[in-house]
């Protein structure tokens, strides 16, 4: 059984870091499609963050929207299958609610939508104020 659990939300003020986290079980992160994904209130799901995490020069890639681009990094930890989101400078319009996700399939791209991953987290939320 897949289970994605993240962590590492909370409230913090504009400009700071937060680091969230994404451990998986029952989901190897060898060859993987996977994805963050954030929702505010009153607004649709969105993809923030997709990751091919095969090793780089063997194909692997990461893709960031536009909004983030900068400031966010991806992180894997293969020992541990936990997938790690670094947010810096964060703004207020980056509260929401957060998610991690991943595909049954290896197959990736940058166009990926929610509805194409099978595995999703509970989600964590993240609240930026001034």
């Known amino acids: 059984q897949v289970q994605l659990v993240e962590s590492g939300g909370g409230s913090v003020q504009t400009g700071r870091s937060l680091r969230l986290s994404c451990a998986a079980s029952?989901?190897?992160?060898?060859?993987?499609?996977m994805g963050w994904f954030r929702q505010a209130p009153g607004k649709e799901r969105e993809v923030v963050s997709i990751v091919y995490t095969r090793d780089r020069d063997r194909g692997g890639w990461e893709y960031y929207t536009d909004s983030v681009q900068g400031r966010f990094t991806l992180s894997q930890d293969r020992g541990t299958d936990t997938l790690y989101l670094q947010m810096s400078n964060l703004k207020s319009e980056d509260t929401a609610m957060y998610y991690c996700a991943g595909r049954s399939s290896s197959y990736c791209h940058r166009g990926l939508t929610q509805g194409d991953f099978s595995y999703w987290g509970q989600g964590t939320q993240v609240t930026v104020s001034s």
């Open positions: 029952g989901y190897s992160f060898r060859n993987r499609c």
